[in-house]
């Protein structure tokens, strides 16, 4: 059975974006890109709402055109493009880039999804992971912390009824500073 990860850059207070919804606080090298870059390619399916889908379709599918883009962002493009995403939103009405829109039950599909074979798929955007990880169906947390306090914004985990214990089982330093942490529910 496929495992429905959650994987996001958050800063070390805990948001994944600032009380604005940007994201200019995240500095991604190119060490840090290549790791993402093989997450992005162990990746079955990527799973976005609407505000990640919008932020992904504005540049990736075009990123790999330019000349000054660097390699490894090319490569992030080229990954991405070819990889199957599901957009969940009520709003939109079509997706683009190997996409397919989902306006149903958010439980039903994502359970749907992780029996079927193949690679993980990966939650993206903080409602919509959410909304998954109050329906218990988060397998593990992969959180890239930035060394950086940003204050106010949106956090990676929403407000929980009842602890949630977790378990280590990765961890990573980067020359940047930026820590990688690897989680799966206890």
């Known amino acids: 059975m496929r495992k429905l990860v959650y994987?996001?850059?958050v800063s070390l207070d805990g948001f994944v974006e600032d009380s604005n919804r940007s994201l200019d606080w995240v500095k991604i090298d190119e060490e840090i890109?290549?790791?993402?870059?093989?997450?992005?390619r162990e990746t079955g399916v990527f799973l976005y709402g609407r505000g990640l889908y919008d932020v992904m379709a504005a540049y990736w599918p075009t990123a790999d055109a330019d000349p000054s883009t660097p390699g490894y962002m090319v490569e992030?493009?080229?990954?991405?493009?070819?990889?199957?995403?599901?957009?969940?939103?009520k709003t939109l009405d079509t997706v683009d880039w190997n996409s397919r829109l989902v306006r149903g039950e958010?439980?039903?599909?994502?359970?749907?999804?992780?029996?079927?074979?193949g690679d993980d798929l990966s939650v993206g955007g903080a409602r919509l992971a959410w909304t998954c990880i109050q329906l218990g169906l988060v397998d593990e947390y992969r959180l890239l912390i930035h060394p950086?306090?940003?204050?106010?914004?949106?956090?990676?985990?929403?407000p929980l009824?009842?602890?949630?214990?977790?378990?280590?089982?990765?961890?990573?330093?980067?020359?940047?500073?930026?820590?990688?942490?690897r989680y799966v529910p206890a």
């Open 7 to 9: 994987s996001m850059m």
């Open 33 to 40: 890109h290549v790791f993402s870059n093989d997450e992005a």
């Open 76 to 89: 992030f493009a080229q990954i991405w493009k070819e990889k199957p995403k599901v957009v969940f939103s």
């Open 106 to 117: 958010v439980a039903e599909e994502i359970t749907r999804l992780k029996r079927e074979p």
């Open 148 to 158: 950086v306090l940003i204050g106010s914004g949106t956090p990676f985990f929403p």
């Open 161 to 181: 009824e009842q602890p949630m214990s977790l378990r280590m089982v990765e961890t990573r330093t980067f020359r940047s500073g930026v820590v990688y942490v």
